[in-house]
Each structure stands twice: as structure tokens, then as C-alpha cells.
């Protein structure tokens, strides 16, 4: 891994991972924190999936985050480790309420019933309120484009995205879901592939993905580089090294993520975290 380099120019198009956490127990107990991902994509900044801590994560992890300068939040489902600080994460995009400003993308069910996961006060200060329809392409600032793919989560909305841009890697986030036939076909063009992976061992009264699922996933799917985040408390646990190498195949480097890694968009390399002195000890990749 390299360190991260300063004074990059605003087009520097990075994935850093917030927290690696995923499902409740993981998010209660913080054995890795949960926050999303921030997105910085060709100088527009995204926060995908703001579970909670997502605010504190920006201003504590290295880059430094704004949320101000947000141009938009992508949500792949109602669920609270995913959706927790989407509302602050809202007013911060829109000047604490006092803009009308910004994108916010989120399956429709977020927004309906009687548990809405946004705010009814904050959408009318979102400038492009958006709901995610399967294989259909949203145009997001600048040139790129995220496309909506439904997945199989529990009875609720869930989408995971495809995102293009013209001069970089496309590349795809495959969101808490169980497996079926076509998941592997609609991510089939992603040379990144960001997979939420709960379970080592498959558990089919559940709907998340687990190591097999990842194991059949790369049997069909030859990603230069497939990162397995939103980990369980027996996954958290894991020997990082003896995962990735058993997983990994000639042409498909699997990276575990930890909290606060960056991967560079432009050519898929890995940057080493770096955390403030506030930040949990063990947020480092080993
Ligand atoms: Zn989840
Ligand atoms: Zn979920």
C-alpha cells in the first residue's frame, strides 16, 4: 500500500471506507465501525450508505471529510447500519437546511410507510430526490452515471449500484442481498467490485452474502480487484491475509477491507489508512 498523498487535485477519485462493520451486532458493539463509504468520484463527494457514526467518521479519519461539501447520498436500503445519519448527512448538503441542494437516491420505500427513513422536513431541501429503478441509469454531477440493481434483502427495497465513468474503471457495490442467478451477470462489467459479505458459512434462512457466496460469485465474475466490506462479528474476526490469499485467483485480487482504507478509482490501488489520535485503536489495516 502507499500513504496518501496530499494536495491532490479535486478530480482524485477514491472509495474510503468509513466502516467496515455490517449487520446489527457488528454496529452495536463497533467491533468495526459502521459510517458507509465516502465517495469522491471525478470531484463530486458522495457518502453511499451513512450508517452510524458516518458524521464522525468524516472529520475523524484521514482525508478529512467535509459533509458539507456533499453533492449527494446514495442509499441502498432502509436499514439502520446503512441509513442512521442520513438525515444529518442531509442537512449538512443543504447548508443546515437553508439550501435547496444536492442529490439524494434511495429506494422508494425509504421515503414511504409508515417508518420513512428521510425525513419529510428535509425533501424539500433536496434538489434531485430520486428513487432507484432496477437497471435504470442515473445521471449523477459531472460524467458519470450510477445504475440501480435490485437484490434479494429481507423483504425490503434493496439496490446495489453500478457506477461508469468514461475515463475510469467502472465499477459496482453489491449491497446486502441473498444469492440468485443474475447477480453475477449484472455486475458482470465491473473491474471493482465491493461486496457486502456478512457470514463465512452460508445461512439460507438469511439474506446476506457469505464467503461461499464470494467463492461462487468468482467463478462467473473476473474483477481486477473485489474488496469484501460490511463484515459480521465472526468475519471482523478473521485472519485478514489467509482469507484474501485462499480467495484470490489469477486475475481477481480479494482485499478485505478495513476501516479506513482508500482505494484510488483511477487504477485500483490501495492506500494505507490513516486515522486521527481520536480515532479507535485498531482501525488500521494489520
Ligand atoms: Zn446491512
Ligand atoms: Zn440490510
Redesign the pocket.
Known amino acids: 500500500m502507499r500513504p496518501m498523498e496530499e494536495g491532490r487535485s479535486a478530480a482524485f477519485s477514491y472509495i474510503h471506507f468509513l466502516g467496515t462493520g455490517?449487520?446489527?451486532f457488528t454496529?452495536i458493539s463497533q467491533i468495526r465501525a459502521t459510517g458507509g463509504i465516502w465517495l469522491s468520484y471525478d470531484g463530486f463527494n458522495f457518502s453511499i450508505?451513512p450508517?452510524p457514526g458516518a458524521l464522525v467518521r468524516m472529520k475523524e479519519l484521514y482525508p478529512h471529510h467535509d459533509p458539507a461539501t456533499l453533492n449527494g447520498l446514495l442509499l441502498?436500503?432502509r436499514?439502520i447500519?446503512?441509513s442512521n445519519d442520513v438525515n444529518v448527512l442531509t442537512l449538512a448538503m443543504t447548508g443546515g437546511g437553508r439550501q435547496k441542494n444536492g442529490t439524494v437516491i434511495l429506494p422508494e420505500d425509504a421515503i414511504t410507510g409508515n417508518e420513512p427513513i428521510l425525513f419529510r422536513f428535509l425533501r424539500s431541501k433536496v434538489a434531485h430526490l430520486t428513487t432507484w429503478e432496477d437497471g435504470k441509469a442515473i445521471a449523477l454531477p459531472g460524467k458519470a452515471s450510477v445504475e440501480g440493481v435490485r437484490l434479494i434483502?429481507h423483504g425490503v427495497d434493496c439496490f446495489g449500484f453500478v457506477f461508469r465513468h468514461p475515463s475510469m474503471p467502472t465499477w459496482g457495490l453489491v449491497?446486502?442481498t441473498r444469492m440468485h442467478e443474475s447477480l453475477a451477470h449484472r455486475f458482470r462489467e465491473c473491474e471493482l467490485l465491493v461486496v457486502?459479505v456478512?457470514f463465512e458459512k452460508p445461512r439460507p434462512e438469511i439474506d446476506?452474502l457469505s464467503i461461499s457466496d464470494v467463492e461462487c460469485l468468482l467463478d462467473e465474475l473476473h474483477p481486477r480487484m473485489l474488496v469484501l466490506t460490511?463484515l459480521g462479528r465472526g468475519l471482523s474476526e478473521a485472519d485478514p491475509r489467509a482469507l484474501e490469499s485462499r480467495l484470490s485467483t489469477a486475475r481477481t485480487s480479494v482485499i478485505m477491507a478495513c476501516d479506513g482504507m482508500v482505494v484510488e478509482l483511477s487504477d485500483l490501488s490501495l492506500k494505507e489508512p490513516a486515522i486521527t489520535a481520536s480515532a479507535k485503536k485498531g482501525d488500521d489495516c494489520p
Do not use: I, Q
Open positions: 455490517g449487520a446489527r454496529m450508505d450508517g441502498s436500503h436499514h447500519d446503512h434483502h449491497s446486502d457486502n456478512t446476506h460490511h
